[in-house]
Nanobody
C-alpha cells in the first residue's frame, strides 16, 4: 500500500499563493490516480482536483479553475497543487488521496494540511 503525507499549508493573505505537496512512500506513485480534496468547518469534503496515472489528464472543480494547477513529478514520487489568487473561501484542510490504477476508489489518504486565507 501507499502512504501519503501532505505539506505546504499555512496562513496566506487573499490573492497570495501556496504550493501543496503530496509525497508518497511504500509504492510507486505513477500507478495511482491522485486527488486533492478539502473540507472547511461545517461543510462536507469536496473534490478540488485530480490527476490520472495513465495519461496525466487533470480535472478541476469549477471554483478553482484558472487558479489551481495539479502536477506530478514521478522522479520525486510527489504530486503538487499550486494555488494562486487564493480567496477566503479556499480556507480548509486539504487532503490528498490515491486510487490504485483508477479502479479501487480513494482508498489511501494523507493526514491533511491546513490552508488559511486571511488578511
Amino acid at each position: 500500500q501507499v502512504q501519503l503525507v501532505e505539506s505546504g499549508g499555512g496562513l496566506v493573505q487573499p490573492g497570495g499563493s501556496l504550493r501543496l505537496s503530496c509525497a508518497a512512500s511504500g509504492s510507486t506513485l505513477e500507478y495511482y490516480d491522485i486527488g486533492w480534496f478539502r473540507q472547511a468547518p461545517g461543510k462536507e469534503r469536496e473534490g478540488v482536483s485530480c490527476i490520472r496515472s495513465s495519461d496525466g489528464s487533470t480535472q478541476y472543480a469549477d471554483s478553482v479553475k484558472g487558479r489551481f494547477t495539479i502536477s506530478r513529478d514521478n522522479a520525486k514520487n510527489t504530486v503538487y497543487l499550486q494555488m494562486n489568487s487564493l480567496k477566503r473561501e479556499d480556507t480548509a484542510v486539504y487532503y490528498c488521496a490515491a486510487d490504485f490504477r483508477s479502479g479501487s476508489g480513494w482508498a489511501y489518504w494523507g493526514q491533511g494540511t491546513q490552508v488559511t486565507v486571511s488578511s
